[in-house]
């Protein structure tokens, strides 16, 4: 897992926007990964229980009350969806990008705030333990079989 450190959080140049990223390496492709992120499984360990991801444009909202729209969807590359941790709560980005990695998949997630908004370390462990449920939500790579035999 990649998280930004140090005493200063990390800003866009471009826009002043506060910038969080976690990644997570993981030995299955890229399409099993895309296909669990899918699920109805797979987009509550992302944005919470009762949450949904539909289509570019689409609204999803989970039980918790975080709530946003889907802004891009590529299938097998990449989501970014606007969200918001309640109903006042100011619009934040979250992008999640599925990158090949050997093998495997590397989930990066990138969480963009507003100016106005605060980055916490209640965050950073939000988005990385959603990293962390999509990886417990991915079936284990078989081993290849050993004869014993030889």
């Known amino acids: 897992m990649t998280?930004?450190?140090g005493p200063e959080v990390p800003?866009?140049?471009?826009t002043g926007a506060t910038v969080l990223e976690v990644s997570r390496a993981v030995p299955q492709p890229v399409g099993d990964v895309w296909q669990v992120m899918t699920t109805p499984t797979g987009a509550e360990a992302l944005l919470g229980?009762?949450?949904?991801?539909g289509g570019k444009g689409e609204p999803w909202r989970s039980e918790d009350g975080s709530h946003g729209v889907?802004?891009?969807y590529h299938p097998g590359q990449q989501v970014r969806i606007s969200w918001h941790a309640d109903e006042?709560?100011?619009s934040t980005l979250v992008e999640l990008h599925l990158i090949p990695e050997g093998e495997g998949t590397r989930l990066s997630l990138r969480y963009q705030e507003t100016p106005d908004a605060g980055v916490n370390e209640n965050l950073r462990q939000h988005w990385s333990d959603?990293?962390?449920r999509?990886?417990?939500?991915?079936?284990?790579?078989?081993?290849?079989?050993?004869?014993?035999n030889t």
Do not use: C, F, N
């Open 3 to 5: 998280v930004a450190t």
């Open 49 to 53: 229980k009762g949450a949904e991801l």
């Open 134 to 148: 999509i990886v417990t939500g991915l079936a284990p790579v078989s081993e290849p079989a050993v004869d014993a």
């Open 88 to 90: 006042q709560a100011p």
């Open 70 to 72: 889907v802004r891009s």
């Open 11 to 14: 800003t866009d140049s471009a």
């Open 130 to 132: 959603a990293l962390g």
